[in-house]
């Protein structure tokens, strides 16, 4: 579907001897934040074991799930682009080093890796593959400090961009986000049956409420914790590595995020919902129903609905069944993969004005034919409301987003887009409404990345 | 998961020599009745095709559709419950026998199965499948009449039960349905692109809105329709085989049916939301919130909270991907099953009054759990509202339904099932109201089956 | 390759708690008696199960094989000529009837299956595979009789051909040779841990060797052999259902039966031998060298240099990796796939007179690649021999042969197949050496059917 | 089986517009050099693809063979032993470095591989993999050197060991054996269709005549030869990097090679029949029949036959078909593993003293049981010849052999082993008697490495 996608989940579990089941459960329910690979490394403290593979996370590790013995793991769900995706891609990229063995999820995007790789290179480094991560580890190799926690200080000094980072020797997990904190990365800690405390760390709390995990804190932007045992007691200890200078995601609530998650320590769901209920404010639009495109637009469709009054119906259903479709090749197939995903119901719609919400225009492409569907079911007005301001901008920070030439909004104008989509009308969130929806201190958007709407890059 | 089972769904195309391709997307539209097999049959004039496999439609005909040439096509998706699994019992049947060559697809059960099939057996016959199918063919190879069309009439005297049918010949195709039209059966047409049109006969008309369909009507219970080429040209005829009884299965508007199908003709969605309407009618409770259990229970939740004014809210989050999941052997599974599936959004539920909107209790074991993680996340009191009497006693109409032993209400009280469930209240929809829900005419029930509440078993 | 294939091994095992891992081993043994699909029903005394699929032994059985349990059970390998291939072609042939449930597994060939099937067909049974075996279990099922042996014996009346049969009832198991004999079918015993004997039929005594054991003598044409329990005592029942005429495949000596298997109570390897010393009788030749084509030739050139004191030499190694070998499209493919297989040994070849030994010629086209690769290699002149006569028409008994106009020695003289293939000379076993190979007892082919040589065809 | 293996074969084609199917042919021919996994590199002269994965050479190149488009590839086949197989090991390698891209493939083994492993990760590499090769990449990628073919001189002057390489940038392709010569690699050319010539070096020139190409030479020890394009025009250099000082690998005559191949510019197949003969010369022994064990004995059989004046008769049969076979956990299993795969004539072998002639012993369980199961078969007396001296040493120089524990003939005499295997008596081939066979030259094994017969070590 024409979508920006999240690329990647990251999860890490310290002192559990289900460490690599309990993973296996987080990356499960963060299905969502990457369905192409999937993988778990497991240490035991004396080698690190790693199972991954092309899939999703029921199919990887449909066999071998019991080999990965151990107390410690980090695991990691992948979104590829086409024409990418190679074995060799699969995280977590494992080597051996002169510290011993070290395994490595990344979740994000640096934005000097090209720079970094070629230097790296000119110095005599190879690459086996086409990641990002595969720069940290060299950095992390040719360090000359004694101690891994030195080595991973002094690269990440080496690079710019989004990140958050689990890393895992075999007695130690790191987990770390870069001074942006663009990428989200929560703490949990889970009851071992045996009273002591194992914890975890995960790109969504989602996650944690799977395994009955609770939240502690977000790791900082610019923080790393160290999870160790010394003297048989396992803890974790904080260092601050680099100054805070948040600028978070904010498109994490807008879209990437299930709404069950925690994300930046705030309840994606009454995101969501605000965001419908400042639509409904800022656009007091006439019409019978509010419909949600699912199930992107559902959360801000009922807060829109209980702002507005306009009654909230279900009028789009969504056939949840995913994998490739056959397409007959002689068969014009833009309506055809819309319609196999989405139906509207024409009974509701008939003869009615309504307002469709849906959480962002990318191409615009899908927008145009799910309201050639509507109009088809018989909808007399459709009113194209977006639960986020207009994309303008790339993402260079760990988001999949296509070529500035394809964002629809990039180039066309409001009434542009509406004509070339064919809605009545067509409304975008406003910037401060989406401030206002996540709370009093994201006044003026401080501490938020919002560059794919105002192209305020911070690097 | 803890329901009842749709086992099956049919469709036919007839006069289009794209037929495979749209059966296939009418299965992949008709997925959710019937998961574990899929097959197709295609008569290109003189011989019959069959493609079938275990597993989802897009993993069955990831390779070889193409092989499928014909302008005739049927096709089935299966569900099977364990143990009767079979590489054999896959549908579409096909035979040859004296008339030539046939393939049959089923929806249903036929109650008289085992009897035809010990007299037929007896006669000599043999039996390479679990099927009741098999019987009918068996039925119609030993007729003596000349015409098919005789045959098949003469043969569904010998049947008892519920049956929507397709039958392929090599030049024609039947479509039938039984005298109480336990099953659904829709008829549509889709313009060719030389101008001629082509027929679709499917379970749901949510088949035809993916392939750009016109609903015509319901094949009428007791009614078998003829496609065929006459001077070529393309007709169909009508026989009403049986005198019409009508004995709809109302349980296909409670939770089989997508919502935005037309079944019986009428909207399942309407339906549903009625009877959250009649609900909240029957049962006015204070809450904070009305949260259907996902995706069940969601459409009448809406109506729940639109006759009620307490708010919708989705407060439980439903994870789609699905596959068997891994689960470790030590740990008890139960409530993790269920977190696999379904997350609640504490911050919502937390100290809060709570309606909960389900479409019916089987088990009660995963309700029970549901409830356990409300509790969890924090819900103050929890209304379990089901949106449809209580199920007492299985059904023998093509439903896979538990042993009666299994299922709660028929040898609990509510007050009892209340008990167990551990719920605040919990409440069922009258049957007065179920059939308030569906209309004017379905006034005391008359027309549908609706044994599963009430043990009146028509056959 | 261009060779005349048996269609099938089949085997039983009775009174062996172990019976379907020693059919498994047995059809492991048998593996070049078919290669298509592969398949075993046991029976527990209650119910019949079955696993079966397409491919080798080792790929059909990788999971499930010890779901197979009971003391009873038949296998099938089967050797399927292209466009007959369908999953519901895979044998056993398992049907419940009107004694219970039976499992079947057929070598041979019906002559008269098409007729036989007509008029079941006429008299109202269906067929769901294309297997001759399909009409067999119909007349039994059909027969009025009260006892399977009754049925069977009343049954095989009514068909014609070449067959060796197994069938399998939940507590006996039936082994039947036609009366002819056309297809070989030995019976074994081995010794059970516990002391008691359990009883073994295969196709091939090679069979017996891998699982210890004994070989005790060939069914007899027209025999049917009856195991059952009684009073808790394994046994088993002789019955002649019809007079012996043997007419034994005289061409399983030739090509198809393993070297170390005894078949029709005779050593394979050593008829073979001696085919290659009556072929030194009648053709005394002047060469270097005598080379077998690799692996169909090895034994018979053995026996021509034995006889002629010509050097043997394994003068072309054969590749046994076996699988789809991709084929550029672009390429000429006939002598690359003739290389794929066949090397020469240049060193040993070049500048010397040859003698080649192969089993037969079908085509020609092989012999003629063959040829081509050793003349390349510098062979100076190239003396083919085949250790069979001419063979000049089909087999109508169970043996996958080319249509007649494929035969080349049906049209051509030895001198024209001789340039075709471009020899330097040609020569074929006379029928009389061939007797003389095979012993005493078959002087003038008594007792054996070599229609394929003589085109006295019996039925 | 019990065997010494060879660890991989290689391949190298260029300027052909064929040479991934080139490569593919050729790797099909040295499958018998690795059946673990397989892999081939392609240039187009600005990338390198590469497509590798786990299985036989048809199994993994099943699909995507048709993307390797360009001129010059490298191909590699690997053994792999248990426990190190990890899809990361699959070769070739591919690297991004400071010169571009670069794949490489090894047949081989590094003995300082750990001591520049360790060295290397000290300087700051990282290694993904298990395999030797990854050092080479990093020497390569380190040096300073501007020219790849000095990087590679400079990066082979590090390691010590036995080694063929093929290297592929992207418009070169390098081929280099050690300066022992340890390992095989043959240099062919081929006629394209346009006149000009593509060239191909290979472990074993069977390749060669698969694909037709002409034997040219062997690649000398201690020298690289480099493809190129100059001036439009195809050619090859020839640096002598280091000085030769031949240590052929020895066994490669005895067991690795296929008879078909030229090795070290020696037909492998009289070598193998000068060893029957030698025998037969060192060991006068009285007795009715000399009988290979297939198929690593028969030539050396032939020889021993003709010299002796003893027929040679082919008293074991093999079946070739592999995979892995199921076994019953219950049942003791040494015995079956070996009937699986061997299994005698008996008729042949009953009442008659043999000769079995073997290429060599290793642990001696399966000689042990091969004698057991001639003693069944009824031999009277059994005397065992193995064509090698006693392999009283491992290999360190690409072969995969047990752990000297494990050799039987390096803790035990001849009479032991004989007593262990139990045969009535038990001779070896004398190292003089190997010299002879080889060849004038060869006298007293100069040039040859014959460690693992007198632990004459080089490095």
């Not at 492409?365 to 007005?381: C, E, F, P």
């Amino acid at each position: 579907m024409d979508s920006w996608n999240e690329k990647c989940a990251i999860v890490g579990v310290f002192n559990s001897n289900r460490s690599a089941a309990l993973c296996y459960y987080s990356l499960f329910a963060m299905q969502h934040r990457g369905q192409e690979s999937s993988g778990i490394s497991t240490s035991n403290g004396y080698d690190i074991t790693t199972l991954k593979g092309e899939g999703l996370v029921t199919s990887v590790f449909k066999y071998g799930l019991e080999k990965l013995v151990g107390d410690a793991s980090i695991g990691h769900n992948r979104y590829s682009t086409a024409g990418e995706d190679s074995k060799c891609d699969v995280q977590p990229i494992f080597a051996r080093y002169s510290l011993g063995q070290i395994a490595l999820a990344h979740n994000g995007n640096l934005v000097n890796a090209e720079e970094v790789r070629d230097r790296l290179i000119s110095q005599g480094a190879i690459f086996q593959s086409h990641l990002d991560t595969e720069n940290l580890i060299h950095l992390i190799a040719q360090s000359k400090a004694t101690k891994l926690r030195d080595r991973i200080i002094e690269s990440l000094s080496c690079i710019k961009g989004a990140y958050s980072f689990v890393f895992l020797s075999r007695g130690k997990l790191f987990a770390i986000r870069d001074p942006y904190g663009f990428r989200p990365l929560s703490l949990g800690e889970i009851n071992n049956e045996d009273g002591s405390k194992a914890y975890i760390v995960a790109s969504e709390t989602c996650a944690f409420d799977l395994i009955n995990a609770r939240y502690i804190r977000d790791i900082n932007p610019g923080e790393m914790l160290i999870f160790s045992h010394e003297n048989g007691v396992c803890s974790y200890e904080s260092i601050q590595v680099f100054k805070a200078e948040p600028k978070k995601c904010i498109f994490e609530f807008i879209y990437f995020a299930r709404p069950d998650s925690f994300v930046f320590n705030k309840c994606v769901y009454e995101i969501r919902k605000n965001m419908g209920i400042e639509l409904a404010k800022e656009y007091k639009i006439k019409a019978d129903l509010v419909i949600p495109v699912p199930d992107s637009g559902v959360i801000s469709a009922i807060g829109y609905s209980q702002e507005s009054g306009i009654p909230f119906e279900f009028g789009i259903v969504r056939n949840h069944y995913i994998g490739r479709t056959f397409i007959e090749p002689t068969q014009s197939s833009r309506e055809l993969k819309v319609r196999l995903k989405l139906n509207p119901i024409k009974e509701l719609i008939k003869d009615k004005d309504i307002i469709v919400i849906d959480d962002s225009i990318v191409r615009g492409t899908t927008s145009k034919q799910i309201i050639r569907i509507l109009r088809k079911a018989g909808a007399k007005k459709i009113h194209l409301i977006i639960a986020s301001p207009q994309t303008i901008s790339p993402c260079y920070y760990g988001v999949d987003t296509p070529d500035i030439s394809h964002l629809i909004s990039a180039t066309k104008s409001i009434e542009e887009v509406r004509d070339f989509i064919n809605a009545d009308s067509l409304h975008f969130l406003s910037l401060d409404g989406l401030y206002r929806s996540i709370g009093d201190e994201a006044k003026d958007g401080e501490g938020y990345c919002k560059a794919c709407f105002d192209k305020q890059y911070i690097i």
